[in-house]
């Protein structure tokens, strides 16, 4: 859905041509796309190349090209601006010469955070929002920029021990899914390299080609730690649990005045330790949010993220497709870290900081991205049906397959 999605918003929004080279990973879906464009394919307005790193620094250089887009890694973005070795990167850096001038617009990725925020949490609610942060972890074999990868606690909330044990029971229960993206293997294992006690997760006699869900228990809130600012793009969730003793004297476990507490640290440490800024994830019971709007609301302010998700998957932000979809801005050439730019953006806002996506702590019908749906496939034809056809017999359909979910 990216490529399409990337190339409509530069043909509509800023106005320009496009020449997309897809990913060697989604080459199978370009035919589809060229069908789907074939309008303006055929007056000139759109075309896809295919190739590797070589094609597209071929296009990135073409004289008749004007501007740039990538969404893709913070790597590719500045082999295209700075050179392609290392040695070349550092020389024009140090020198201020980019080899590559043009506009360029990016998605880079993210440590995507999330926050739990300290409340009462009954049974069901630790059991549905384990399932919950699993499914941001497993959705597509954990290869999304917005996959959860930081879990944030506090120490000394009640139900954090019993929140743990119940995702790591999620997470065991999930099918591995085969690890199709590049390098997933080698970015895995120094994850465990870094971390002797990652623990994986579910059946060892699986099959070839998987990765397994992996935790990395009592990962230090400390500047520069590995899975801090490595964004793994595999099953791999580090848990850090922050301490808010030093906050008060006589340190309380009362859930509701330490939500404010761990807020006050929460944010600051994710904007200052935790690598990229496009997406962000907080979960906070709605007893927690009606005794703590506005340190909620401060907090959704503070967080330097261009998109940030409460009691939802910032997965949503980026599926909806109306709202803006990139990096906090401010972000530079020479730090490109999430990127910079904004893409989708139906409604056209002018210089948009960041998309807030706020969702009920528990919902009803279950949302399509839990790994436990049971009616996935019937409910995305009925989604395409709706969008295809609208009527009042596509809705119905659609609404039974989400009831079946």
């Known amino acids: 859905s990216i490529a399409p999605m990337d190339a409509l918003y530069k043909l509509f929004v800023e106005d320009e041509v496009v020449l997309l080279k897809t990913n060697p990973v989604c080459e199978h879906v370009g035919p589809l796309l060229e069908d789907a464009f074939a309008p303006l394919v055929d007056r000139g ?6 190739g590797g790193a070589h094609e597209g620094a071929y296009a990135a250089a073409h004289a008749l090209t004007g501007s740039l887009h990538v969404t893709g890694s913070d790597a590719t973005y500045d082999a295209i601006v700075w050179g392609a070795s290392e040695e070349e990167r550092t020389k024009n850096r140090a020198e201020g010469t980019p080899k590559n001038t043009r506009p360029f ?4 990725g993210c440590v995507t955070p999330v926050l739990v925020v300290p409340g009462p949490w009954s049974e069901a609610d630790l059991v549905y929002q384990a399932r919950h942060v699993a499914s941001m ?3 597509n074999a954990s290869f999304n920029c917005n996959a959860a990868k930081v879990l944030v606690m506090a120490r000394g909330w009640l139900q954090r021990e019993a929140f743990l044990e119940h995702l790591h029971a999620e997470l065991a229960k999930v099918p591995r899914r085969k690890a199709y993206y590049p390098g997933a293997e080698r970015r895995h294992r120094s994850f465990f390299e870094a971390y002797p006690n990652a623990t994986p997760l579910g059946p060892s006699d699986v099959a070839p080609e998987t990765l397994p869900w992996t935790v990395i228990p009592d990962v230090p809130a400390r500047a520069g730690e590995h899975a801090l600012t490595h964004e793994a793009f595999c099953g791999v969730l580090a848990e850090v649990t922050l301490d808010l003793a030093d906050e008060t004297a006589g340190f309380s476990r009362d859930p509701y005045p330490d939500a404010e507490r761990f807020l006050a640290k929460a944010v600051p440490f994710v904007n200052e330790r935790v690598w990229g800024t496009l997406s962000c994830i907080l979960l906070a019971h709605p007893t927690t949010l009606d005794a703590h709007g506005g340190a909620i609301e401060r907090a959704i302010t503070e967080l330097r993220y261009g998109a940030v998700a409460v009691n939802c998957w910032a997965g949503l932000v980026y599926g909806l ?7 906090y801005p401010g ?3 020479e730090a490109i870290t999430s990127g910079t730019g904004f893409v989708h953006n139906t409604s056209l806002f002018d210089h948009p900081e ?10 009803f019908p279950k949302l399509p991205y839990f790994s436990d ?5 019937s409910l995305a034809k009925a989604l395409m049906a709706v969008e295809a056809r609208p009527g009042l017999g596509e809705l119905w359909d659609l ?3 989400s009831l079946r979910g």
């Open 331 to 333: 972000h530079t050439r």
């Open 373 to 377: 749906h049971k009616a996935m496939k």
């Open 45 to 50: 307005y759109f075309a896809i190349v295919y």
């Open 105 to 108: 617009t990016a998605e880079l």
């Open 399 to 401: 609404v039974k397959a």
């Open 354 to 363: 960041k998309t807030v996506v706020r969702a009920p702590f528990r919902t």
């Open 137 to 139: 972890v497993t959705q």
């Open 321 to 327: 497709v109306v709202p803006p979809w990139g990096a």
